[in-house]
């Protein structure tokens, strides 16, 4: 469905001009420069200037055909009369980037605002799809302001080893399990690293990388269902082609992205990343992301809305059988929202230039196993939970659907852990004094302490009670997990231990309950004994002294404010506006 707006915006004022439109020594400097590499005025003169920012990298096989899509937007931009330039920006690969690409999220979010507030541009395509990407692009691409539209990168296809399908992470975590076990061979363990990951793109489960997809799509910066589409299929060059053709038109109707991102489409894409089974990751980005829009969105707004959606993506790890793949077949994000109807905002606008409701009209659902109806849901909540209690008084976050019911209430003694290594270290103990009731923490793994609150979060099962046939116990931490992870697990304790937070107090053996029904999550000590320990408490030393990471460390909130930077907030200041040219 074409765009319904109106083109606004005349050659003369478009923002490049300042750049190449005078007559004077600036701008011949301008214009004498960008013919050095060849072009001519025809190629630029009057026409929107288009960044591609491309997030493409040899060790980020997410985004290992960006080299490709990025002819595809500039053929898509050139056919609309506009004028294409790449910019290349630090990548973000989940894959290969320690301790944690959450530590660098908002270094390219800050890249991306400055990048284009600093060149000549009129609008932007933003390539990513790997984990961090997404929320740092938009993150940067609404600090700036500029028209722009988010291109996702895709999921790879179906994983496959022995005649069964395989999921990104989820697949890789249960089939660890069974080799500490001794239950799977070496040659088993090499087929399954051979056949889990068999095309570029991100992940094809619902873990982090889909559902920051979805939710841009669902939040209207992307060409509407484009977060569905496998990477390798044709219909994403296609729809890269698009993305091209689109900005320019944006530019010319003046779409900006205050007018895309509005409280009505963070309602709708927190909604759709409930009803998809979302990673726990999406609490940290999609409240960032909505702190960048001046939209008032909180730990309590999600919760509610976890509470009335129902979770209707059967995609792993919240649905048992299917991967992305199968989605975007069974009619993918369109469809989806389809079945949600009137809980979402269908006036909400999007890049496309026309509402979510004439997006979604006609989309169809071709298995309904696949994207069930709201009668027939996956689980009867959304995604995800948000509890309270005097162990978390900031709010944590469990995925209630991804983990055994049977620890929905619960208590037991708390088995704690202060580093990453010594619960490594413990764990394949065969004689550690372990149970399936006890609670396994793991602290000091938060914004600061991780440092950049690593994906840790997901604590291996101890080898004792793998091998009596356990897959699943109550753990806690101050970090995330991968949204391909699935468990009893509950992540971003706020505040985190590193600066004192109640996680910090606790001991081993310590008695820890948590009631997802009632939201709690409490540890059984006293306020007397609870006071006590506070006051002998150290503070751990920080990991950085100088660097980014020490920048970092200075300016970065907590979990439940969305691990941004402070001063990056738009309440913080105004910015310097449009650079100065001399």
């Given at each position: 469905?074409?765009?319904?707006?109106?083109?606004?915006?005349?050659?003369?004022?478009?923002?490049?001009?300042?750049?190449?439109?005078?007559?004077?020594?600036?701008s011949?400097?301008?214009?004498?420069?960008?013919?050095?590499?060849?072009?001519?005025?025809?190629?630029?003169?009057?026409?929107?200037?288009?960044?591609?920012?491309?997030?493409?990298?040899?060790?980020?096989?997410?985004?290992?055909?960006?080299?490709?899509?990025?002819?595809?937007?500039?053929?898509?931009?050139?056919?609309?009369?506009?004028?294409?330039?790449?910019?290349?920006?630090?990548t973000?690969?989940?894959?290969?980037?320690?301790?944690?690409?959450?530590?660098?999220?908002n270094?390219?979010?800050?890249?991306?605002?400055?990048?284009?507030?600093?060149?000549?541009?009129?609008?932007?395509?933003?390539?990513?799809?790997?984990?961090?990407?997404?929320?740092?692009?938009?993150?940067?691409?609404?600090?700036?302001?500029?028209?722009?539209?988010?291109?996702?990168?895709?999921?790879?296809?179906?994983?496959?080893?022995?005649?069964?399908?395989?999921?990104?992470?989820?697949?890789?975590?249960?089939?660890?399990?069974?080799?500490?076990?001794?239950?799977?061979?070496d040659?088993?363990?090499l087929?399954?690293?051979?056949?889990?990951?068999?095309?570029?793109?991100?992940?094809?489960?619902?873990?982090?990388?889909?559902t920051?997809?979805?939710?841009?799509?669902?939040m209207?910066?992307?060409i509407?269902?484009?977060?569905?589409?496998?990477?390798?299929?044709?219909?994403?060059?296609?729809?890269?082609?698009?993305?091209?053709?689109r900005?320019?038109d944006?530019?010319?109707?003046?779409?900006?992205?205050?007018?895309?991102?509005?409280?009505?489409?963070v309602?709708?894409?927190?909604?759709?990343?409930?009803?998809?089974?979302?990673?726990?990751?999406?609490?940290?980005?999609?409240?960032?992301?909505?702190?960048?829009?001046?939209?008032?969105?909180?730990?309590?707004?999600?919760?509610?809305?976890?509470?009335?959606?129902?979770?209707?993506?059967?995609?792993?790890?919240?649905?048992?059988?299917?991967?992305m793949?199968?989605?975007?077949?069974?009619?993918?994000?369109?469809?989806?929202?389809?079945?949600?109807g009137?809980?979402?905002?269908?006036?909400?606008?999007t890049?496309?230039?026309?509402?979510?409701?004439?997006?979604?009209?006609?989309?169809?659902?071709?298995?309904?196993d696949?994207?069930?109806?709201?009668?027939?849901?996956?689980?009867?909540?959304?995604?995800?939970?948000?509890?309270?209690?005097?162990?978390?008084?900031?709010g944590?976050?469990?995925?209630?659907?991804a983990?055994?019911?049977?620890?929905?209430?619960?208590?037991?003694?708390?088995?704690?852990?202060?580093?990453?290594?010594?619960?490594?270290?413990?764990?394949?103990?065969?004689?550690?004094?372990?149970?399936?009731?006890?609670v396994?923490?793991?602290?000091?793994?938060?914004?600061?302490?991780?440092?950049?609150?690593?994906?840790?979060?997901?604590?291996?099962?101890?080898?004792?009670?793998?091998?009596?046939?356990?897959?699943?116990?109550?753990?806690?931490?101050?970090?995330?997990m991968?949204?391909?992870?699935?468990?009893?697990?509950?992540?971003?304790?706020?505040?985190?231990?590193?600066?004192?937070?109640?996680?910090?107090?606790?001991k081993?053996?310590?008695?820890?309950?948590?009631?997802?029904?009632?939201?709690?999550?409490?540890?059984?000590?006293?306020?007397?004994?609870?006071?006590?320990r506070?006051?002998?408490?150290?503070?751990?030393?920080?990991?950085?002294?100088?660097?980014y990471?020490?920048m970092?460390?200075?300016?970065?909130?907590?979990?439940?404010?969305?691990?941004?930077f402070?001063?990056?907030?738009?309440?913080?200041?105004?910015?310097?506006?449009?650079?100065?040219?001399?």
């Amino acid at each position: 469905m074409p765009s319904t707006l109106p083109r606004t915006k005349k050659p003369e004022d478009l923002r490049s001009a300042r750049w190449f439109g005078p007559d004077d020594l600036r701008s011949f400097g301008h214009r004498s420069r960008i013919m050095q590499m060849g072009y001519a005025p025809a190629d630029w003169a009057g026409k929107p200037i288009i960044a591609i920012v491309n997030t493409w990298s040899d060790l980020n096989p997410c985004h290992a055909h960006f080299k490709h899509r990025v002819d595809d937007v500039k053929r898509g931009v050139l056919q609309a009369g506009g004028f294409p330039v790449e910019m290349p920006a630090v990548t973000l690969s989940e894959s290969f980037m320690k301790p944690t690409t959450m530590l660098y999220r908002n270094l390219l979010a800050m890249e991306v605002e400055e990048q284009l507030r600093s060149h000549p541009i009129d609008g932007a395509v933003l390539m990513g799809g790997c984990d961090k990407t997404t929320p740092a692009l938009i993150m940067g691409g609404l600090s700036a302001g500029l028209p722009m539209i988010y291109l996702p990168a895709g999921p790879m296809l179906r994983g496959n080893y022995a005649g069964k399908q395989l999921g990104s992470g989820s697949d890789a975590w249960k089939y660890w399990d069974e080799r500490r076990a001794g239950n799977i061979t070496d040659a088993q363990w090499l087929g399954l690293e051979t056949g889990i990951a068999r095309s570029y793109g991100h992940c094809m489960t619902m873990g982090t990388a889909s559902t920051m997809t979805a939710i841009a799509d669902s939040m209207g910066l992307t060409i509407p269902g484009a977060s569905s589409i496998p990477a390798p299929d044709v219909n994403h060059i296609r729809m890269s082609a698009e993305c091209g053709r689109r900005i320019v038109d944006m530019v010319w109707e003046e779409l900006t992205p205050e007018k895309i991102v509005t409280p009505a489409s963070v309602r709708n894409a927190g909604t759709v990343a409930m009803a998809t089974g979302c990673s726990t990751n999406a609490v940290v980005h999609m409240l960032a992301m909505a702190q960048r829009a001046r939209v008032d969105f909180t730990l309590d707004d999600l919760d509610a809305l976890g509470r009335t959606t129902p979770l209707i993506a059967n995609i792993r790890p919240s649905g048992k059988d299917y991967l992305m793949e199968d989605f975007f077949y069974a009619g993918g994000l369109l469809g989806l929202m389809r079945q949600l109807g009137d809980k979402l905002d269908l006036s909400a606008m999007t890049v496309a230039g026309i509402t979510l409701g004439e997006a979604i009209e006609g989309a169809p659902v071709y298995n309904d196993d696949v994207i069930r109806t709201l009668d027939n849901p996956v689980y009867h909540e959304g995604s995800l939970a948000v509890l309270r209690g005097n162990l978390a008084p900031d709010g944590a976050v469990i995925k209630p659907a991804a983990c055994d019911p049977r620890f929905h209430v619960h208590t037991g003694p708390a088995l704690v852990f202060d580093s990453y290594p010594e619960m490594k270290k413990a764990i394949d103990d065969e004689n550690l004094d372990v149970t399936p009731d006890h609670v396994m923490l793991l602290r000091n793994a938060g914004p600061l302490g991780g440092p950049g609150m690593p994906e840790w979060g997901m604590l291996p099962m101890p080898k004792k009670l793998v091998q009596q046939g356990h897959r699943d116990m109550l753990r806690i931490s101050d970090a995330r997990m991968s949204g391909t992870s699935y468990g009893a697990c509950v992540l971003h304790v706020s505040p985190e231990s590193h600066i004192g937070g109640p996680l910090a107090l606790l001991k081993t053996g310590d008695m820890v309950s948590i009631n997802l029904p009632e939201r709690r999550i409490d540890m059984l000590v006293s306020e007397e004994e609870i006071a006590a320990r506070r006051a002998a408490w150290i503070r751990p030393p920080d990991k950085f002294e100088r660097g980014y990471g020490w920048m970092f460390g200075k300016h970065v909130s907590q979990a439940d404010k969305g691990c941004d930077f402070d001063y990056l907030a738009p309440t913080f200041g105004k910015t310097a506006g449009e650079p100065d040219i001399f």
